[in-house]
Each structure stands twice: as C-alpha cells, then as structure tokens.
C-alpha cells in the first residue's frame, strides 16, 4: 500500500504563528469588526484591508492498484493580518470587506468542481497543483479587480454590482459549497 499525503497553502507568505488563526468561511458567519485584528498598515485613505486565501490539501491510496483521492478545499480569512481603523469604518465598508472573503470562498468552489473531474490516479498531484496555481491567480486578479472598479468601495453603484455577482456567482457554484 502506498500513501501519499500534501498539503498546499499559498497566500501572501504567510508566517506560520500568523497562519495559527484564520476564520473558516461559512455562509451563516459575517465578518465583524472584531474579527479583524492586526494593526492598520496601509495607505491612509484606505479604511481597512481583510486578508483571505484558499487553502487545499489532498491524500492519494493506492490499493490492489486502485488509487482513491480524498481532497479538502477551504477558504480562509486571517484576522491578525487584517485592519480597521475605527474612526473611519461603517456597516457599508465592512460589508465590502465581507466581499472579498466571498470571493475566496467563490475560488475555494470553483476549485473543488475542478478537481473533481481531475482523473484521480498517479498523475493527480501535478494536475491538482496546476490547477491550484491557476485558480489562485484567477483569486488574486479579480480581488484586484473588485478593489480598483469599487474604487476600494468609494464607488457606490460599482460596489452593489459587484455584490449581486458574487452573491449570483456563489449560488452557480451552490453545488461545490
């Protein structure tokens, strides 16, 4: 019997004491101003900045020459790399933070649909790992993206756009929650 076992988390370069705390994303859970915990250290005009990945892990078994894939796919937030400052924030831009948790999360989904069609044998783990890779960098641009067409939330009507779409996108992918 052989047994195989990786775990992947690539987010910012994440020290490992930081990596201790993290939030596992729920539907039923929004993010509170006391979930973000570090110390505020961004440009001035930003208000707060959440930090959030994606996390996989996977375990290959081969018996009797049958190999069986079991994977995880979990979406992150990292309260002590994420920062408010309190004079400045309100339900609105706590709200556009919450987005950027979701589209985590919306990554997290569209990863575990495609691993799923990934033939589970021998070759999985360098499948996985590419297609992890891209996903990831599909996570980071539109977090870029959500940020400059929101104006990082100072454009209102682009801000409730973006909105509806995840919140459509995240029940396209209902299935893979």
């Known amino acids: 019997m052989q047994l195989l076992s990786v775990a992947i988390l690539v987010l910012f370069l994440i020290p490992s004491e930081i990596n201790e705390e993290k939030i596992t994303w729920n539907e039923d ?7 973000f915990k570090g110390v505020p250290n961004g440009p001035l005009a ?17 018996r009797n020459g049958v190999g069986e894939i079991k994977f995880t796919v979990l979406s992150y937030f990292y309260p002590k790399l994420s920062w408010y400052r309190s004079s400045k924030v309100s339900d609105y831009i ?19 649909q495609r691993l799923v069609v990934i033939p589970h044998d ?16 599909d996570r980071r641009e539109m977090q870029l993206q959500y940020d400059v067409e929101t104006n990082h939330s100072n454009a209102n009507e682009e ?3 973006w909105r509806a779409y995840i919140a459509e996108q995240l029940r396209v992918y209902q299935r893979w929650k």
Not at 29 to 35: E, G, H, M, N
């Open 122 to 137: 021998r070759d999985f783990k360098s499948k996985a790992e590419t297609l992890y890779e891209i996903i990831e960098a």
């Open 29 to 35: 859970r929004k993010l509170t101003w006391a979930d």
């Open 94 to 112: 706590l709200a556009h933070e919450q987005i950027h948790f979701d589209i985590s999360e919306l990554h997290a989904r569209k990863l575990r």
């Open 46 to 62: 930003y208000v707060a900045s959440s930090n959030t990945g994606v996390s996989f892990s996977y375990s290959y078994r081969e």
């Open 159 to 161: 801000e409730f756009l």
